[in-house]
């Protein structure tokens, strides 16, 4: 069949058009399957709109046509040159899409021996064994199959395939190019926009979040690249102040108080001091990351006293979380992605939310959890929660780092010896 494709027979190509159709829409089962399963909700996987992936077609038409140039060779050689050729495919898609569309839909940085983070050795495992078993079960029953129907129909299908796929891929790249246009004016709009307007942007691109939930860190280091300038403007006239509250040489202000008051001193809500957080209990690092959202939020005439609440509460879970093996998380759980929600059921519990401060405690951990932030102090308190977190774990690590130091041989000499000569 191949060697009729080369002496181009017009049977032969619409039998492999069929063919990769077949293998395109498998592949998309595979991935809404796996990413459905990931994600706990059904998502329709891909960059087309429509039931189909053609790097799966793409990936099982070239290793046909493998299997029939190398068919001599040993099988372990046949599978290192597949697993070697499909990986080479991936990257090189990877590779078009960053530099034509100037985004990244997947990265493997995460995962062991990966090469620019567009392709890595789990998967390329993943693609080998796969091939194996398309080769021996999948292909030959397909291609039989294909084989028995009708030569009309073969080619009025793959002429209906070509155009509803070129139609597909035109409509998804003009998909993609809309997206960026909608990032980059959420960018360089952010503030001007109303929160209705923005939930709206969001939802117009949310299947290709669902697709590729890479694109969330996007969204995020652009929005966050606004909400950062923004704030450094804000910090330069205020961060003496707001560090010297924090560092508790000051009061906070009353009306902060007077915004958190049914909350911080709540019996239940107090329990957070009996869990660690980085440098500080739970309990103190949700105070700090409330009021300095709440002063953020003040100096941008936004709603003030529902960032404020909702960062008190964002991390309201009552266990620890190096060591989450507690009722309210097994310790096979994620407590990045899980503990929003149960920080959310603690906080509805006991405490009256509206819909801003759901939404914060709910999203706070984005990217991380898949939907981004609705309102713009949702927004913000992700930003404080990052910032102070990376504050206090740098303090930890610097006390860690002084303390090792100390405990050196000879350290303590040296530090006698030079305290002698001054």
Known sequence: MIKHIIQYDTTAIFHYVILFAIYSFMGWIIEVVYRSITQRKFINAGFLHGTFIPLYGFGAIFVIVLEYLFHTLHPVIKMFVFGSVLTVMEYIVSFLFEKIFKLKLWDYCGNAFNIHGRVCLLFSAFWTALALIFLTLIHPAVSRSVDMLDGTFVGAASIIFLTYGAADFIFSVTSIGAFRHKIAYLYSEYFNLSNVEIEKIFTSFQRLRNAFPYLNR???????????????????????????????????????????????????????????????????????????????????????????????????????????????????????????????????????????????????????????????????????????????????FKKIRRQRLARRPGKKHRLRKKIKVH
């Open 218 to 396: 996007y969204i995020d280091n652009n929005i966050n690249g606004e909400i950062k300038n923004r704030i450094r403007a804000i910090l330069k006239s205020i961060q003496e102040k707001i560090i010297g509250e924090l560092n508790g040489r000051r009061p906070f202000e009353k009306e902060f108080y007077y915004a958190i008051n049914d909350i911080y001193q709540h019996e239940e809500f107090m329990k957070l001091g009996n869990y660690y957080h980085h440098n500080s209990s739970i309990y103190d690092h949700v105070k700090d990351v409330s009021y300095f959202a709440y002063r953020i939020c003040k100096r941008l005439k936004l709603d003030y006293r529902s960032a404020a609440r909702g960062a008190l509460l964002h991390d309201f879970f009552l266990y620890n979380w190096r060591d989450h093996d507690a009722p309210d998380l097994p310790k096979e759980n994620n407590h990045g992605i899980e503990h929003p929600k149960i920080a959310l059921a603690n906080a509805e519990k006991y405490f009256s939310l509206n819909e801003i401060e759901k939404d914060i405690i709910k999203k706070h951990m984005w990217p991380l959890t898949l939907v981004p932030p609705k309102y713009k102090e949702s927004f913000i308190v992700t930003f404080a929660d990052k910032y102070l977190s990376s504050k206090e774990f740098i303090e930890e």
